[in-house]
């Protein structure tokens, strides 16, 4: 549906202001913070709010790069099985011997390996979706992982390493300044540089891009090497937090961080959304999931609420997108 | 005319191949393992490859129109779980009746997909994906995190997948006529070559006049039943219903309709192509542990086995047109 018509021009009037998608999630995140502060008298206290984030901001930094990936209009499911690859070869070399800087480098190296292979196979192969691409490699990757490790589990890190997670300078927590940090950067280059700029006209239209010059395949290469890099940088930080790894860690990670994504307004017909919603999206998850630990709810009752986010958060998108193309954009006519 | 006959004679080309391969394969396997050619194996083989059959004719037409559906293990979970837990309830209960309450369970999440990608268009992928962990919940929530064992499920409900008719056991005999009867649904009706042609190009079949919507929500309808039905067939057949029954089996069923030359860009592969595919990822899954292969091994075993089924197929489909560029007289 999206293809055929041309949003022609967009004004930014107080309407567009006041209608923003990003007021809602505000809205949903305080509620949820009441809910929360009503269950628990600690909730509202300045030490909470910054240390409930350390539990869930490692997922954080793939959302990031896989708003990039929705951005384009692609997807990719193979993110938790690159967090377990690089978390098991790390551990498995630092405990072979290898210097843990090392085995960090190394980690990081692998998970961008394992970006470059999807990036390889999009690129090459366009006939297939990214769905199935990374379908695939998830198996592969995730697989990996079971043979170097089994059903073992491989850990006993140097002191240090644990402060990735649970150190922190002054009174903030190194994750949360980490994630800030990257979020800054991941904005900037989203929606203050050319690459950025790029993104987004691919997710509008890929093939009007290819033909005025924008290397489309290399930016699809980038961002597959960056999604691989951040889940190599969440390996490190769940490594640390867990302080051991499984084959079977960040299993389902896909959909928290796909969930995130798109309830933060971007859209999965690519080309719209703002780094905001996401990062709103990730407090709002995550503060959700620890309410939910408050009133002893089970994890299970977490997944359906969170696969009816993701669905109803994308029915509530598609809504908005129709009619806004209703409004605005008016079918091209051909004189002949 | 001419790239016709070569587009038929290469499908049929990639069929020879994968029969081959599956001979050669097999020969290899009893090589290593002389128990893998025997009556018994391979009646366990066909067994345990008619559940993954019934449920890749389903996958087959959700691929077929472009779609996805990551939640059939969800929704098998679900409905081996509600069956076998109201088998306890009501332990005189027919089996048959377990039967078609598992295929309802099935058709109300095949209608909510079917709905949520259709007429909301939601991509299929997020749809399933969502729908797979409410499901999945679901179930959990059903069973209070509980397991049903054996011992509590009534024989007439094990006797399922056990007894046998006109001499086949049931699960192979029901993959039977669910391949038949589909088989002719999707080469002889209407309906059925519709799917091709939502498949093959969704603005061509609204231009047409196909009802290309309807034809979407009905292939996850089918594909949901379908589910619902595999459900209560395995809980039969392995006698226990878990909340994480078949968790990731989708994957399975994925890869053998791939194996089989479905493309999952829609509007391309054959019944016949699925059948083979579903045996080959049988053979795969049966033979492996037989050999020795640590189960450790067979999860990135079967990533590159689909990997390189889609991008044979891709492959093959350049060729294809390449070689029907050629011919083409100017």
């Given amino acids: ?28 995140f305080i509620l949820i913070c009441g809910i929360n502060a009503s269950l628990s008298p600690y909730f ?27 951005v384009l209009g692609n997807i990719d499911v193979s993110v938790g099985s690159i967090v377990a690859l690089s978390s098991v070869i790390m551990a498995v070399s630092y405990n072979a011997g290898l210097p843990m800087p090392l085995a960090l480098m190394l980690a990081l190296v692998v998970s961008t390996l394992c970006g470059f292979i999807n990036g390889f196979l999009i690129t090459r192969f366009k ?91 290399a930016v699809l290469m980038k961002v597959s090497l960056l999604t691989g890099f951040m889940a ?14 499984r084959p079977n860690v960040a299993q389902g990670y896909e959909l928290d961080v796909i969930a995130m994504v798109v309830l933060g307004g971007v859209s999965t017909a690519g080309g719209k959304g703002r780094i905001g919603g996401p990062i709103l999206a990730i407090f709002i998850i995550g503060f959700l999931n620890y309410g939910l630990g408050l009133v002893n709810i089970s994890a299970q009752v977490l997944l359906i609420i969170l696969g009816l986010l ?27 | 005319m001419n790239s016709k006959n070569a587009l038929k004679s290469s499908e049929r080309f990639r069929e020879l191949g994968l029969l081959i391969f599956i001979i050669v394969l097999s020969a290899l396997f009893q090589l290593r393992n ?36 990551l939640s059939i293990g969800a929704t098998m979970a ?20 377990s039967i078609l309450q598992g295929m309802a369970i099935g058709l109300v999440v095949g209608s909510i997909i079917g709905i949520l990608v259709a007429y909301f268009n939601i991509l299929p992928i997020i749809a399933t ?13 059903v069973s209070k995190g509980k397991w049903v064992s054996a011992y509590q499920m009534s024989e007439g409900f094990k006797n399922i997948s056990k007894g046998t008719f006109l001499g086949i056991n049931n699960l192979v005999a029901l993959a039977i006529i669910i391949f038949i009867m589909f088989y002719y649904f999707i080469n002889y009706t209407r309906t059925g070559r519709f799917i091709y042609a939502v498949g093959s190009n969704p603005d061509t079949a609204d231009v047409v006049g196909i009802p290309r919507k309807r034809i979407i929500c009905m292939v996850y309808i089918f594909m949901g039943v379908l589910a619902g039905l595999a459900g209560v067939l395995w809980v039969s057949k392995f006698a226990s219903a878990q909340g994480d029954t078949a968790v990731g089996y989708e994957l399975n069923v994925i890869a053998a309709v791939v194996l089989g030359g479905v493309s999952v860009s829609g509007g391309r592969g054959k019944v016949s192509g699925i059948i083979l595919g579903t045996i080959l990822f049988g053979i795969l899954a049966n033979a492996l542990p037989l050999i020795h292969i640590s189960p450790f091994w067979q999860q990135a075993i079967q990533g590159i086995v689909i990997l390189a089924a889609v991008i044979a197929n891709v492959l093959m489909k350049r060729s294809n047109d390449k070689s029907a560029l050629k011919k083409r007289v100017i």
Avoid at chain 1, 48 to 61: E, G, I, R, S, V
Avoid at chain 1, 313 to 326: G, P, T
Avoid at chain 2, 129 to 141: K, V
């Fill in chain 2, 78 to 97: 679900l409905s081996g779980m509600v069956c076998s837990l109201t088998g306890i309830a009501y332990p005189g209960m027919s089996p048959l009746v």
């Fill in chain 1, 232 to 245: 190599g940088i969440t390996a490190l930080f769940l490594t640390s937090r867990m302080g051991s790894t």
């Fill in chain 1, 127 to 217: 006939e297939l979706s990214a769905t199935i691409v990374t379908l695939s490699t998830m198996i592969i990757f995730r697989g990996i992982a079971y043979i170097i490790l089994e059903d073992r589990a491989a850990g006993k890190f140097p002191e240090w390493f644990s402060f990735l997670a649970w150190g922190s300078i002054g009174k903030l927590p190194f994750i949360f300044l980490a994630f800030i940090a990257a979020a800054v950067i991941f904005g900037l280059v989203l929606h203050r540089s050319r690459f950025g700029r790029e993104i987004f006209a691919m997710g509008n239209n890929s093939t009007a891009c290819r033909y005025s010059g924008i290397k489309t395949d």
């Fill in chain 1, 310 to 336: 993701l669905i109803l958060s994308v029915m509530i998108q598609n809504a908005r997108f129709l009619k806004r193309n209703q409004k605005s954009a008016r079918p091209l006519t051909i004189k002949s």
């Fill in chain 1, 1 to 28: 549906m999206s293809e055929r018509t041309i949003e022609i021009q967009k004004t930014r009037t107080w309407k567009t202001f006041i209608f923003q998608w990003e007021w809602f999630l505000l809205l949903l």
């Fill in chain 2, 129 to 141: 994906l969502g729908l797979m962990n409410i499901i999945r919940g679901l179930t959990y929530l």
């Fill in chain 1, 44 to 70: 509202l206290s300045f030490d909470t709010f910054l240390n409930a984030p350390m539990n869930f901001l490692d997922k954080a930094f793939l959302v990031l790069p896989l708003m990039m990936v929705i």
């Fill in chain 2, 34 to 69: 002389p128990s893998f050619l025997t009556l018994a194996n391979i009646k366990d083989l066909l067994a345990n490859t008619a559940i993954l059959g019934i449920l890749s004719i389903g996958m087959m037409m959700v691929l077929l129109t472009r779609g996805i559906d």
